[in-house]
T-cell receptor, first 115, second 113 residues
Framework: AQKVTQAQTEISVVEKEDVTLDCVYETRDTTYYLFWYKQPPSGELVFLIRRNSFDEQNEISGRYSWNFQKSTSSFNFTITASQVVDSAVYFCALSDDFGNEKLTFGTGTRLTIIP | ETGVTQSPTHLIKTRGQQVTLRCSSQSGHNTVSWYQQALGQGPQFIFQYYREEENGRGNFPPRFSGLQFPNYSSELNVNALELDDSALYLC????????????FGPGTRLLVL
């Protein structure tokens, strides 16, 4: 069975600080995909990144960066120079590669950026 | 915006009633997945439809059922509503190719009294 753990329930940081959101996953599949989604108060899940299990390169997109470490089954997300607009709930999710797009989500981390 | 739309945005029902939620997929996507998100929780997979056929189901009872239409839009039906069915219902569209990104709609907030 697949499982995603986001141990940090809530994080608060002051604007312009860097913050890292942790994600640890469990799967028996050799091929799998990892995702991060942002959920602002409006409720819609906004896609941030997709990473497959064969690509362990870290990725940077503007102020966002992701650290994928297969050895520790972790896929952490860092926001550099945080802004108030980054305040949201962030979800890490996992899917398999068997033609079923089922996503297994973590319980989310609520990030609050204090002005 | 993702191009995925859902209706209605909010709904209030009483226990025992039936409800139908609707989802319109992003153009070009042939797969729709439905998720239930209880307050303070991550979304839970209900089921997925691919070309009008169910293609996977999560741990939800049979009173949760769905349909997908030839234009790939979809419905989620819930019979005999229970209080615990109160949640945000999200649909997501994608192309069925293994690990493809799912794009979510804004959700329908259902309150069961």
């Amino acid at each position: 069975a697949q499982k995603v753990t986001q141990a940090q329930t809530e994080i608060s940081v002051v604007e312009k600080e860097d913050v890292t959101l942790d994600c640890v996953y469990e799967t028996r599949d050799t091929t799998y995909y990892l995702f991060w989604y942002k959920q602002p108060p409006s409720g819609e899940l906004v896609f941030l990144i997709r990473r497959n299990s064969f690509d362990e390169q870290n990725e940077i997109s503007g102020r966002y960066s992701w650290n994928f470490q297969k050895s520790t089954s972790s896929f952490n997300f860092t926001i550099t120079a945080s802004q108030v607009v980054d305040s949201a709930v962030y979800f890490c999710a996992l899917s398999d590669d068997f033609g079923n797009e089922k996503l297994t989500f973590g319980t989310g981390t609520r990030l609050t950026i204090i002005p | 915006e993702t191009g995925v739309t859902q209706s209605p945005t909010h709904l209030i029902k009483t226990r025992g009633q039936q409800v139908t939620l609707r989802c319109s997929s992003q153009s070009g996507h042939n797969t729709v997945s439905w998720y239930q998100q209880a307050l303070g929780q991550g979304p839970q997979f209900i089921f997925q439809y691919y070309r009008e056929e169910e293609n996977g189901r999560g741990n939800f009872p049979p009173r949760f059922s769905g349909l997908q239409f030839p234009n790939y839009s979809s419905e989620l039906n819930v019979n005999a509503l229970e209080l615990d069915d109160s949640a945000l219902y999200l649909c997501a569209s994608s192309e069925l190719a293994g690990g493809e990104t799912q794009y979510f709609g804004p959700g329908t907030r259902l309150l069961v009294l």
